[in-house]
């Protein structure tokens, strides 16, 4: 199955991100990872009741700084924040209910 939206090359600056407002989710990967196509169902799922939640797909991988900053080494990751600080993070989710909690935690 192929990502139904594919993971951006343009990722806003850590910075940037610490900045956000409310609640945001980073979701890390590839467009080719498998782990990352395999999770992209489940991540929808979960992502349903939380239409208004801000989503980034940012393509990782070496020396892309963003996901360096956050020290990812799994895809995917979902990184949860509320106001740019971290609350929750998800490493290769195997269901919407992992999900689920991480979102009820924000």
Request: proline share 8%; aromatic share 10%; charged share 20%.
């Amino acid at each position: 199955m192929a990502t139904q939206t594919p993971y951006s090359p343009q990722a806003p600056s850590r910075a940037e991100v610490n900045a956000l407002p409310g609640t945001t989710v980073i979701e890390f990967g590839t467009n080719w990872c498998g782990f990352c196509q395999g999770a992209q169902a489940l991540i929808a799922k979960a992502f349903e009741p939380h239409a208004g939640v801000r989503h980034f797909k940012v393509e990782d991988g070496p020396g892309r700084p963003l996901g360096r900053s956050f020290k990812v080494k799994l895809w995917p990751t979902l990184i949860f924040l509320r106001d740019g600080a971290e609350v929750a993070r998800i490493v290769r989710p195997s269901s919407a209910t992992d999900i689920a909690e991480a979102f009820a935690s924000l």
